[in-house]
């Protein structure tokens, strides 16, 4: 098995950087869906440039490479150790080369294990099967997607949509409920996996296990592949379109498996993926662990990209760092805007510190990113970014209003929109929030021009610290303004209508 480990590296990069060929399809398909004149059509056709940067350039697609989630088929008397060994030295190897970020945190210090290896991390399922080969699936599903995952138990009540029993139509109702509450927070479009029945540990474990279907396959059974398409369907009538900006298109494909169930319980499990959708398969040569066949890659993968010009007729506006207030204060929801200069990145960490603390760095009149980069050094022991897209923002609702109070910073950016403390705040303070779009990591690693810092390295780890980032022509949607406006709010208002026009034509 001498080449197993290079075989599970290759198997890692190629997952990381590369979308599967059927994923391709279905983001293509996205692209000449939404109007290039729209939010949605834009932020899709960044996606499309990012997802062609990432594979030439060879960097994550998503700066989050997630929860790395393998299933290994292996004939019999396979040594599962070895396995397991090549394994973790083929994720160490790829977080060392920066394909993978730092994404094993000790739960209870917080603490960064470095090399993606902890207990619980990777999650590996062994499986034997009736053949010679190795046969491996490797799923990268990040945690704003991962947070959106939904278990319902039936019988219930869903606003909008009424009582959902124990049939498919309720379980219609609970997936299409997962989505409407997604919106926003799991970078749509996105993919569905569910589970109907099992118990709660196995609903979720077959929902994730339904996302190694391929996109365009037909479940084999017919009231399951006819739901699939109903829910594909209707979601996309929600209207709540790419990144929750709007659009034709949420959902790209949904796949349903049931499993039995005890007589007392009836579990929907929902596993949300974002349009990140990382995951590819090899065959290996269970002698020599060499690659005998990829499963998912596309030998020659198009590219997804038009132009990424900006809309004629839409609002772009260029700022620069420090901020002025006047100049914040004119941007209205729906603005497009070209950052140029400093900004912060910021996440969970950063902000309970700054709950306590006085920040490193002044951050007056500053644009606080949230975002967690994936960071390389170079020869000469420079700081690089490899990847820096935004994550969910909603996570620092808690603190957001305070620390923008207690900081003087007057922008927030990062993905999903925030909530109403945090636009009070906003309007308090003559500031707005930024949505940048999710998962373009690669396209805005590329707007770095230099990485100028880092603060509390040692205390948080590197996706919680702060990186002071030179960036020229970063790409943000004005989402929350300085007047109290909230795009989130007009979508979640509009596609609540859509989900209760649907709920009454089931009644
Ligand atoms: S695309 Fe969005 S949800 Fe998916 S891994 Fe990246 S940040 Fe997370």
Not at 258 to 275: D, I
Not at 286 to 304: D, K, M, N, Q, V
Not at 433 to 438: R, V
Not at 459 to 476: I, T
């Amino acid at each position: 098995m001498e080449d197993l480990t290079s075989s599970l590296l290759q198997l890692i990069v190629e997952t990381s950087t590369n979308l599967p060929g059927d994923v391709r399809q279905a983001v293509a398909e996205w692209r000449d869906r939404e109007d290039a004149q729209t939010l949605s059509g834009q932020a899709v056709r960044i996606i499309c440039e990012n997802s062609d940067r990432a594979l030439t350039n060879r960097v994550p697609l998503c700066q989050d490479t997630g929860m790395l989630t393998f299933w290994i088929k292996c004939p019999q008397g396979t040594n599962h150790a070895l396995v397991t060994r090549s394994i973790h030295e083929a994720v160490a190897t790829a977080t060392r080369m920066g394909v993978l970020r730092p994404n094993s945190v000790d739960s209870l210090t917080g603490k960064n294990s470095g090399l993606n290896l902890g207990p619980g991390t990777p999650v590996l399922h062994f499986e034997q099967h009736e053949r010679e080969d190795l046969d491996v699936t490797l799923l990268m599903k990040g945690g704003g997607c991962e947070n959106q995952n939904a278990q319902f138990a039936l019988p219930c009540e869903f606003p909008g949509l009424g009582r959902a029993d124990r049939d498919l139509n309720g379980v219609y109702k609970a997936i299409l409920y997962a989505v409407y509450q997604a919106q926003g927070h799991g970078c749509s479009a996105g993919f569905l996996g569910v589970c109907i029945g099992s118990d709660r540990e196995g609903g979720y474990a077959e929902a994730k296990r339904q996302l190694l279907r391929p996109v365009q396959d037909q479940n084999p059974v017919p009231e399951l592949a006819e739901l699939e398409e109903r829910i594909v369907r209707d979601a996309n009538q929600l209207g709540i379109g790419t990144m929750g900006f709007g659009g034709r298109v949420t959902i790209l494909g949904c796949k349903i498996g049931a499993l039995n169930r005890l007589p007392a319980s009836f579990f929907v499990s929902v596993a949300y993926n974002c349009w990140a959708y990382r995951r590819m398969g090899v065959r290996l040569s269970s002698s020599t662990g060499e690659i005998l066949e990829w499963r998912f890659r596309s030998e020659s993968p198009a590219r997804l990209a038009e132009t990424v010009a900006a809309v004629p007729g839409r609002r772009v506006k260029r700022i620069s760092t420090p901020l002025a207030r006047e100049a914040v204060e004119s941007l209205e929801v729906g603005d497009l805007v070209l950052v140029s200069g400093i900004i912060y990145t910021g996440r969970d960490g950063l902000h309970k510190y700054l709950m306590s603390h006085e920040p490193p760095v002044s951050l007056r009149d500053a644009i606080i990113y949230h975002c967690g980069p994936v960071m390389t050094k170079d020869e000469l022991g420079r700081w690089v970014v490899k990847a820096a897209g935004p994550t969910t923002s909603m996570r620092e609702e808690p603190y957001q209003g305070e620390v923008l109070r207690r900081t003087g910073a007057r922008a927030v950016c990062g993905k999903g929109g925030m909530g109403s403390g945090t636009l009070k705040a906003l309007q308090e303070m003559g500031g707005v929030y930024l949505n940048a779009i999710g998962g373009a990591a690669a396209y805005y690693a590329d707007t770095v021009e230099s990485v100028e810092g880092v603060y509390l390295l040692d205390e948080l780890g590197p996706p919680e610290a702060m990186w002071v980032l030179r960036v020229r022509d970063f790409p943000a949607i004005v989402t929350m303004d300085a007047h109290g406006n909230s795009l989130h709010e007009q979508v979640r208002e509009a596609s609540g209508q859509a989900l209760r026009e649907i709920g009454s034509e089931l009644v």
